[in-house]
């Protein structure tokens, strides 16, 4: 499938790559129909969609199977009056019911947004309001259900509740009896346009209200790179990436990607996370592709890896924060396997990566993925040079790069704010070595100024976190009247090193600090915690940190 939509599916090296990558766009590209429904038609046995969950249910699904249930779940849908452009929110966890509600709301031309479990009943009524949401489809659990209807009474635009059980709260449909009893589905005339929108997401927003990042409909295109060439995907490939549905990880790498390579993707529906349940799977169903963030892979070199058969896997790749050293070296030894990094955000897919004919630098973000135009920029406005850090920025001065969002969602100023004058500003910092290789710094607001130094709280965290005492840690900046600021890390201690908290251990982190990065990032305040803010995706709140430091 992938090779519909390039010129070139091989490339030898970055340069090939940068000179001969070229997505084609279709005119009125939908997934559910040029992928799913074409698969269906040309391979309808292929194997799509593996589930499992943790009470030892597994079921497999083929493209024609996808193609039935997408097609009753879009009839169904529109039995229930959802169309075009109308707003449906997926509350969904990793239930396969996400894969038929997302694909059948693209055959309707209807806007998807996947959203977390763990909303309260304030949160669903900010997203209703601010979307205007007018179906809410969600795992049949009590607590998600309770906060959905606490919420109703507040969100007028709300026409339909629908729960895939096994529970039932009063007003909510019953998904499996409406798909069961759906009529035979008819494609609807002009469904949607390249520039409708398709997929939002709510950003976790770390220093206020989530923003609405609204992605039209060839945004799916865009993770072809993601898929095929970060991943290193192929039709006989059965990958997992461990994210929940309701963040953009699960678009990156359990649906567009993967389907466009052909691949099988694994999902593991689990209450908990638990490192050896993860290694039993890739043991039991023989799993060839992993991707997940570096603190995953920290829980798995950290089991008994002896029982249990990795020789499945072929390819793994990591991304959300900066790969450590040893973490690497310790995959490598076990697996054999080089964990190969990247970057993107909910606006975009991946625009850095390690790519497979590339050597991994571990802790780099990779290269420029080439559909992306891609710059560092100083404070000043000038292009960065190699070693200086800088702001990533996307230039669009050649049109809008396929996989980049289209705007915050009703809100222009927002959106003019972080892309002007055909420059797209991620609001991450990164510095670039002699190879082209970047590294990730921070977030432009959290970047510390001491004494002349431009000090990302990142690297600083990175460095404490091979500590045996940290066990998690944010590093800010506060106010210092001699060197303008200095650096802070507030800290959550190893139960073992609670009862050693004191001036001794802050002295020993420093030292341990100043061995691992450059001198000048050592942490002069620390402050050992119970808990660090957060926001509900999980991201730590600096700014909160730093306002109650002033």
Not at 297 to 314: C, T, V
């Amino acid at each position: 499938m992938v090779e519909r939509f390039l010129s070139q599916t091989q490339f030898a090296s970055q340069e090939d790559f940068i000179k001969n990558f070229r997505i084609n766009i279709p005119e009125n590209f939908n997934f559910g129909y040029d992928i799913v429904d074409a698969w269906a038609a040309e391979e309808p046995d292929k194997k799509a969609l593996l589930w499992t969950n943790d009470k030892g249910d597994s079921r497999q699904f083929t493209y024609s199977e996808m193609k039935e249930y997408t097609d009753r779940t879009a009839s169904y849908f529109q039995s229930l009056g959802i169309g075009r452009g109308d707003k449906v929110m997926l509350i969904l966890k990793r239930r396969y019911e996400f894969w038929f509600s997302i694909i059948a709301l693209h055959k309707i031309g209807a806007v998807a947004i996947p959203a977390t479990h763990l909303l309260t009943k304030k949160d669903i009524v900010y997203r209703c309001e601010a979307a205007t949401i007018k179906m809410i489809v969600a795992a049949g659990e009590s607590v998600i259900l309770k906060h959905i209807s606490d919420a109703l009474p507040e969100c007028p635009s709300l026409v339909n509740l629908v729960s895939v059980g096994p529970e039932y709260a009063e007003g909510f449909e019953d998904f499996h009896k409406g798909i069961e009893n759906a009529a035979p589905f008819v494609r609807p005339e002009n469904v949607n346009t390249n520039d409708d929108i398709m997929l939002m997401y709510f950003t976790s927003g770390t220093t206020g209200e989530p923003k609405m990042v609204a992605h039209d409909f060839t945004y799916p295109l865009g993770h072809i790179a993601t898929a095929a060439f970060w991943h290193n995907l192929h039709r006989d490939s059965l990958h997992i990436t461990i994210a929940d549905t309701g963040w953009a990880k699960a678009a990156w790498g359990k649906l567009y990607g993967q389907m466009i390579a052909g691949a099988n993707i694994f999902v593991y529906d689990h209450e908990k996370f638990t490192p050896a349940d993860i290694l039993q799977k890739i043991h039991d169903y023989h799993i060839t592709s992993l991707c997940a963030p570096p603190t995953i892979y920290r829980f798995l070199i950290r089991e008994d890896l002896s029982k249990f058969d990795l020789s499945s896997l072929e390819y793994c790749t990591t991304a959300g924060e900066a790969l450590n050293y040893s973490v690497y070296e310790t995959f490598l030894k076990i697996t054999g396997i080089r964990l190969m990094e990247g970057f993107g955000q909910t606006e975009t897919t991946l625009t850095l990566g390690t790519f497979p004919w590339m050597e991994p630098k571990p802790g780099s973000m990779g290269v420029p993925n080439p559909q992306y135009d891609i710059d560092l920029l100083t404070p000043d406005g000038r292009p960065a040079e190699d070693g200086e850090q800088g702001q990533i920025v996307i230039r669009t001065r050649n049109g809008k790069p396929v996989g980049l969002f289209k705007e915050y969602y009703r809100d222009p100023e927002m959106t003019r704010e972080a892309w002007h004058d055909d420059v797209y500003y991620t609001g991450d910092v990164a510095w670039r070595d002699e190879d082209g290789y970047y590294w990730f710094v921070g977030r432009a607001d959290d970047v510390i100024k001491s004494s002349g130094y431009r000090i990302g709280p990142f690297e600083v965290e990175s460095a404490l976190m091979t500590h045996p005492a940290v066990v998690e840690c944010a590093i800010t900046g506060v106010p210092d009247e001699i060197r303008g600021q200095v650096v802070k890390a507030t800290i959550i201690l190893a139960p073992e090193y609670r009862a050693k908290a004191g001036p001794d251990l802050v002295k020993e982190l420093q030292d341990h600090v100043k061995r691992v990065t450059a001198p000048y990032k050592y942490p002069r305040v620390i402050e050992f915690v119970d808990e660090l803010p957060k926001t509900i995706s999980g991201k730590i709140r600096r700014a909160e940190i730093r306002k109650n430091d002033k």
